[in-house]
């Protein structure tokens, strides 16, 4: 199994941390009245900090172990996502246009940016002569 995905190789205080904060946002999935979720989020702390000091690693692992087994077990039907969170409703949604669409822009909307528009012709003439030395001349189509 390689590293970067085996979640056994994160160090030990990582793990604490990721499951903590995974709790508390299972609390709050189930608690909508914010009082009540602070409260309990008190509670899931105060549960963390009693076990904090705990020298021996072999107790510290399996009490990690079974928080986290504890907390597949009363995980939210459907957990809360924040927007633009893999997951999310707003994931990945922001459209980038691709360069080539400045070519079509009407020369009055050009008009409005000449140093920009003469800037980037200048740039588009100097990565054709660019590739036709990396590359040579692309071939004459004599069908047309």
């Known amino acids: 199994m390689s590293g970067y995905l085996n979640p056994n190789l994160l160090r030990h205080s990582k793990r604490v941390c990721s499951l903590y904060k995974r709790a508390v946002r299972n609390l709050e999935a189930y608690n909508m009245d914010r009082t009540v979720f602070r409260y309990q989020a008190v509670l899931m702390r105060a549960k963390f900090d009693e076990n904090k000091d705990i020298k021996d690693l072999r107790r510290a692992k399996e009490l990690l172990i079974a928080g986290e087994e504890e907390l597949l077990r009363s995980e939210h ?68």
């Open 77 to 144: 039907y459907q957990p809360i996502k924040f927007p633009h969170s893999p997951g999310g409703v707003a994931y990945a949604r922001e459209v980038t246009a691709p360069d080539w669409v400045l070519d079509y822009w009407h020369p009055l909307e050009k008009a409005q940016y000449p140093e920009y528009f003469a800037r980037r012709e200048q740039r588009k003439k100097e990565y054709l002569k660019f590739f036709e030395q990396q590359y040579g001349k692309p071939p004459q189509d004599s069908h047309h």
